[in-house]
């Protein structure tokens, strides 16, 4: 017997509609319709969810009589299903810092000052109240998976990790959260981080990182998190070549120590924007490095254009990684939120496919096809940087689904809709309704 099925749905490049069959918390099959397709229309939702056969209330639990071969049944009605959205790089314990932490500048310099001396202030309670709300919210958006750079210093110590390690737990019901134990103030400087990072993993860590660029021996940095990876047989995540000054670019560093170490397809790095400056002859030679390394590169666009050029006073760069070049050239690449609401992006909600748009519009990426790599870099690619196994729309894996109010690829990347269902393990687990009305004159 089904647990749940979504009927009549549009899926990411296949053409007509389809029925999903989920048993046991995985996708027990995809085929044609067989089933009457109701036109699609603004309200996709019924009292109970979306169209079901059962009184399932809007938890998706199950509470009358099935039939004879499916417990719920959605219907879709032509509306795009598509995998769990994957947040690659977020930042939990710095966000919605903008309430006590007011920019003046806006530069990369007072954003590391002023948060800095922010996180002295930081508490256990403050930290979780400020992530819990952020999680909710990204469930709700249909972010599934999620990695979340956790500070950890001298200032901090293990303070972030304490407060985010019973948040991994406490909301696994609707989101899979990878807690990536980050070095953000250097390393090399201070003999107690090295330390203080295998304490972190020690303490459960999922993926070690750091940002060498900030460091006065990048090189040495980057060695050192290698060893940590060897050390607990971890994957590697970098902040890497960020900041849009003349030094030389550290990728090579990590490709060489990738390859040396057997790395390859467990290192992600995050913004790149210096590769937006290199001529196409330059950027297709480190493409080819990155791929034969298997080394996945995330796009962070509404970071990345908040932050870079600053010094520019006309004709300004945008500095957002060349990810779909990139891409043509066969490395794993992806986009990601990082920051909401705090120094390093006052901007922003979480919303996964804003980013996506917001991506589109600056890398001119206009056409269908080109949707469809915004939103694989938003779902399947971002998986695969945080080596996520059993993702996506395929029989056998997980059923975590997002049935969104759109109905191509092209009008989810362009409109980012408000109403969405989203489904954990094929267990509904959020719900988005967009009520609109109008009052209208009488005399019109």
Request: a negative charge.
């Amino acid at each position: 017997m089904l647990d749940l099925a979504i009927v009549n749905a549009a899926l990411p490049s296949r053409q007509g509609y389809w029925d999903i069959g989920i048993v046991d918390e995985k996708i027990a099959y995809i085929r044609p319709a067989t089933s009457s397709l109701h036109p699609p229309s603004q309200d996709l939702s019924t009292e109970s969810g979306l169209h079901s056969n059962d009184s399932s209330p809007s938890n998706g639990q199950p509470n009358g009589q099935p039939n004879d071969s499916v417990q719920t049944t959605l219907d879709a009605r032509g509306h795009l299903v598509i995998p769990g959205l994957a947040d690659a790089h977020f930042h939990l314990d710095k966000v919605s810092l903008l309430r006590r932490c007011v920019p003046k500048r806006g530069d990369f310099k007072e954003a590391m000052e002023v948060t800095l001396a922010a996180k002295r202030e930081f508490t256990l309670p403050d930290i979780q109240a400020r992530a819990s709300r952020h999680i909710e919210q990204a469930i709700a958006f249909g972010t599934s998976f999620m990695r979340s750079h956790v500070e950890v210093d001298p200032t901090i110590r293990l303070l972030a990790l304490e407060a985010l390690l019973p948040l991994r737990d406490r909301y696994a019901w609707g989101i899979d959260i990878q807690l990536a134990v980050f070095a953000q103030e250097g390393i090399t400087h201070d003999s107690e981080i090295p330390d203080l990072l295998r304490q972190a993993m020690a303490a459960g860590g999922d993926v070690i990182g750091s940002a060498p660029y900030v460091d006065a021996s990048p090189a040495e940095n980057i060695r050192t998190i290698f060893d940590i990876a060897e050390e607990f047989d971890c994957d590697v995540d970098f902040h890497l070549d960020f900041l849009d000054d003349d030094k030389p670019l550290l990728a090579p560093v990590v490709i060489e120590e990738t390859q040396r170490r057997g790395w390859q397809g467990r290192v992600c790095l995050g913004h790149m924007t210096k590769l937006a400056a290199l001529s196409p002859e330059e950027l297709q030679a480190i493409a080819k490095q990155l791929a034969e390394a298997g080394i996945s590169v995330l796009a962070l666009p509404a970071s990345d254009l908040y932050m870079m050029a600053r010094q520019d006073s006309h004709n300004v760069r945008r500095g957002v990684a060349p990810v779909h070049t990139l891409a043509a050239h066969g490395v794993n690449v992806g986009l990601a939120t990082n920051n909401v609401q705090n120094l390093f992006t006052p901007f922003g909600d979480g919303d996964l496919l804003k980013i996506c748009t917001l991506l589109a519009q600056v890398l001119h990426l206009g056409n269908v096809s080109q949707h469809h790599l915004c939103l694989e870099m938003a779902t399947q690619s971002a998986a695969q940087a945080m080596g996520i196994k059993h993702y996506g729309l395929t029989v056998g894996h997980s059923a975590d689904l997002v049935i969104l109010g759109a109905e191509t690829v092209s009008e989810a990347v362009g409109s980012a809709p408000i109403e969405r269902t989203i489904l954990k393990k094929g267990r509904i687990v959020a719900q988005n309704k967009l009520e609109r009305q109008f009052f209208v004159p009488s005399e019109a």
